[in-house]
């Protein structure tokens, strides 16, 4: 069993930064792949950014691509998601998610999902 909890969601202006957090306990948080996914309200869900257990491959939607960084730390059971020129179309609820494979993830195949933290960009 994997826990997930995100930080870092909030109220920014356009052209702003946030940087989003998930820590994870329980099992070898190393052994998962991580991704990022937000929903919008009507809208369905999306795979903003995903990373492999090591960190070294990484996938981002067209959308966030050069805005964007995820990252993690094994070392601290966390993955972050660096948001850089936020636009108000990315607001969302965003969540975190544990996966087998970052190829998983990519399928809409996740273990354990956060609960998720609202972040919402102003114009």
């Known amino acids: 069993q994997v826990q997930l909890v995100e930080s870092g969601g909030g109220l920014v202006q356009a052209g702003g930064s946030l940087r989003l957090s998930c820590a994870a306990s329980?099992?070898?948080?190393?052994?998962?792949?991580m991704g990022w996914v937000r929903q919008a309200p009507g809208k369905e869900r999306e795979l903003v950014a995903a990373?492999?257990?090591?960190?070294?491959?990484?996938y981002y939607a067209d959308s966030v691509k050069g805005r964007f960084t995820i990252s993690r730390d094994n070392a601290k059971n966390t993955v972050y998601l660096q948001m850089n020129s936020l636009k108000p179309e990315d607001t969302a609820v965003y969540y975190c998610?544990?996966?087998?494979?970052?190829?998983?993830?990519?399928?809409?195949?996740?273990?354990?999902w956060g609960q998720g933290t609202q972040v919402t960009v102003s114009s």
């Open positions: 998610a544990a996966g087998r494979t970052q190829l998983a993830i990519q399928a809409a195949s996740v273990d354990y």
């Open positions: 329980g099992r070898a948080f190393s052994s998962y792949a």
């Open positions: 990373i492999n257990w090591s960190g070294g491959h990484t």
